[in-house]
């Protein structure tokens, strides 16, 4: 089962993600339905983050709880030389769901 095309659709339209990346999902055993998410978005450098993920957990509408982490680029890249940092873990564990095309 997917996870739902609507909320990286809501993302994609509400800044200029680099990356939505998809690190956890809660599901049920007997239909794998989605109980929760985990995404991590990567922005550009100088999005006010704290703003944004308030107006993100304002738009996205699931029926599911979603779990937002946001980077900026320069954060991001950083962050990745680092194997032991959240955002490598991420990296390695996650599954990117969208990724801006230059």
Known sequence: ??????VVQIIEESCTPQQIILYGEKRTLATDKLKAASLCIIVPD???????????????????????????????????????SYAA????????????RT
């Not at 089962?1 to 609507?6: I, K, Q, R, T, Y």
């Open 89 to 100: 873990w991420i990296a390695r564990k996650g599954r990117v769901l969208y990724e801006q």
């Open 46 to 84: 100088g999005t006010d983050k704290h703003s944004l993920q308030q107006k993100l957990y304002l738009s996205i509408l699931a029926d599911v709880p979603i779990n937002l982490t946001l980077y900026t680029v320069a954060e991001w890249q950083a962050l990745l030389t680092d194997a032991t």
């Open 1 to 6: 089962m997917a996870f739902p095309d609507e």
